[in-house]
């Protein structure tokens, strides 16, 4: 199964028009619909409050002011979601809005809380529909734009593939503005200073994001182990063509495997805890690919909040892996030797079955 991280941007959805394009956007869902029927996972990273909201009030005159533009965004966010719920309706998915900000994923407690949101969304077969939270969001708690948003959200589902569709085929040689020879750079290993120099001036008149914001994007996300392809979201069929792997668009590389920069990522983190297992969940644990459950854990050291890093020892001392924690210490030392289903009854809620769950743990 693949999971896939889908970014539309405004210049997509508006057909480079002023208003939201319904047909476009009708027959992008129509692509995510089929996809989903395959199996595979899908998250929407939408931009498009902005210019929604500014058809619905019939292009006002608002000039440059923050609060003016969160007011539009306030107002086409929830237009825009009910676009997206009409037309996703027609191939009966049912979609969720999710609106983030920086320190939603930089702040390790909201990092998890979105984390589990979006991944029980994707159990559900909901496609979540994410945006910035723009009528909030200040300069200073801001992603500030939706390419970069799309590659922090895709590290953050562990998705397997980017996709960025745009209103340029990918990244160019040149500016096509300026040169409608420029051709397309149809692979991308290393991106380089150099990358960064032929899309400086490429950019869209609608969304915030240009080239440059894409290719950093890419970047994130190969760094976290993703590959991103970069496309023009009016090509016939572009994702299924895509996932397909036919040649189309720029693709960027992984710059190593999802495993290996998770992990990295993970011991990165200094331990504020630990939590020593018995022999079973050392034995289970080695063997890879598993959470810590409650039952396997035989004392609790430290304090710790929901989230902290911890070691995780065997009986005899030896550290085994390190690992984000589900509960706090105090939660911990409830839990610990009870089976799983016993958790939302001592505690009187459940962050879920694992103590660490295996997507959030490293071996060492
Ligand atoms: N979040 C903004 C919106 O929905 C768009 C940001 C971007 O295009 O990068 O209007």
Same mark, same amino acid.
């Given at each position: 199964?693949?999971?896939?991280? *889908?970014?539309?941007?405004?210049?997509?959805? +508006?057909?480079?028009?002023?208003?939201?394009?319904?047909?476009r956007?009708?027959?992008?869902?129509?692509?995510?619909?089929?996809?989903?029927?395959?199996?595979?996972?899908?998250?929407?990273?939408?931009?498009?409050?902005?210019?929604?909201?500014?058809?619905? %009030?019939?292009? !006002?005159?608002?000039?440059?002011?923050?609060?003016?533009?969160?007011?539009?965004c306030?107002?086409?966010?929830?237009?825009?979601?009910?676009v997206?719920?009409? *037309?996703?309706?027609?191939?009966?998915? #049912?979609?969720?809005?999710?609106?983030?900000?920086?320190?939603?994923? @930089?702040?390790? *407690?909201?990092?998890?809380?979105?984390?589990?949101?979006?991944?029980?969304?994707?159990?559900?077969? #909901?496609? !979540?529909?994410?945006?910035?939270?723009?009528?909030?969001?200040?300069?200073?708690?801001?992603?500030?734009?939706?390419?970069? %948003?799309?590659?922090?959200?895709?590290?953050?589902?562990?998705?397997?593939?980017?996709?960025?569709?745009?209103?340029? !085929?990918?990244? %160019? +040689?040149?500016?096509?503005?300026?040169?409608?020879?420029?051709?397309? #750079?149809?692979?991308?290993?290393? #991106?380089?200073?150099?990358?960064?120099?032929?899309?400086?001036?490429?950019?869209?008149?609608i969304?915030?994001? $240009?080239?440059?914001?894409?290719?950093?994007?890419?970047?994130?996300? @190969?760094?976290?182990?993703?590959?991103?392809?970069?496309?023009?979201?009016?090509?016939?069929?572009?994702?299924?063509?895509?996932?397909?792997?036919e040649?189309? $668009? +720029?693709?960027?590389?992984?710059?190593?495997?999802?495993?290996?920069?998770?992990?990295?990522?993970?011991?990165?983190e200094?331990?504020?805890?630990?939590?020593?297992?018995?022999?079973?969940?050392e034995?289970?644990?080695l063997?890879?690919g598993?959470?810590?459950? !409650?039952?396997?854990?035989?004392?609790?050291?430290?304090?710790?909040?929901?989230?902290?890093?911890?070691?995780?020892?065997?009986?005899?001392?030896?550290?085994?892996?390190?690992? %984000?924690?589900?509960?706090?210490?105090?939660?911990?030392?409830?839990?610990?030797?009870?089976?799983?289903?016993?958790?939302?009854?001592?505690?009187?809620?459940?962050?879920?079955?694992?103590?660490?769950?295996?997507?959030?743990l490293?071996?060492?």
């Amino acid at each position: 199964m693949r999971r896939i991280v *889908l970014k539309l941007g405004s210049s997509v959805l +508006t057909a480079g028009s002023e208003k939201l394009n319904r047909q476009r956007m009708l027959e992008l869902v129509r692509q995510v619909a089929a996809l989903h029927a395959r199996g595979c996972e899908v998250v929407v990273v939408s931009s498009g409050a902005q210019s929604a909201g500014r058809e619905q %009030l019939n292009f !006002p005159d608002l000039g440059k002011s923050l609060p003016a533009k969160q007011m539009l965004c306030a107002v086409g966010q929830s237009h825009l979601m009910r676009v997206y719920e009409d *037309l996703f309706d027609i191939f009966g998915i #049912i979609v969720a809005q999710i609106l983030l900000t920086r320190d939603d994923l @930089s702040n390790r *407690l909201r990092y998890l809380n979105a984390r589990d949101t979006l991944g029980t969304l994707i159990e559900r077969k #909901i496609v !979540p529909i994410v945006n910035e939270n723009d009528s909030i969001a200040t300069e200073e708690i801001r992603v500030g734009d939706n390419d970069t %948003l799309s590659a922090l959200v895709a590290s953050l589902v562990d998705a397997d593939v980017l996709i960025i569709l745009t209103d340029q !085929p990918g990244i %160019l +040689t040149e500016d096509p503005r300026r040169n409608p020879a420029a051709a397309l #750079i149809e692979d991308i290993e290393t #991106i380089s200073e150099e990358h960064y120099a032929l899309a400086g001036g490429a950019g869209s008149a609608i969304g915030t994001g $240009g080239m440059v914001t894409k290719l950093q994007a890419a970047q994130i996300a @190969s760094r976290s182990g993703i590959r991103t392809i970069i496309a023009s979201g009016s090509e016939d069929d572009v994702i299924r063509r895509i996932l397909a792997g036919e040649k189309i $668009g +720029t693709h960027i590389e992984a710059a190593h495997s999802r495993s290996d920069s998770r992990k990295r990522w993970l011991l990165t983190e200094r331990a504020q805890g630990a939590l020593v297992v018995d022999a079973g969940a050392e034995r289970v644990l080695l063997r890879g690919g598993a959470s810590l459950l !409650p039952v396997g854990i035989r004392e609790v050291r430290g304090d710790f909040e929901r989230g902290a890093a911890l070691l995780v020892l065997a009986a005899g001392g030896k550290e085994i892996a390190q690992g %984000l924690s589900n509960y706090s210490s105090a939660d911990l030392r409830q839990i610990r030797g009870m089976k799983s289903h016993e958790i939302a009854e001592k505690l009187g809620y459940s962050y879920g079955d694992a103590a660490l769950h295996r997507n959030n743990l490293a071996l060492l």
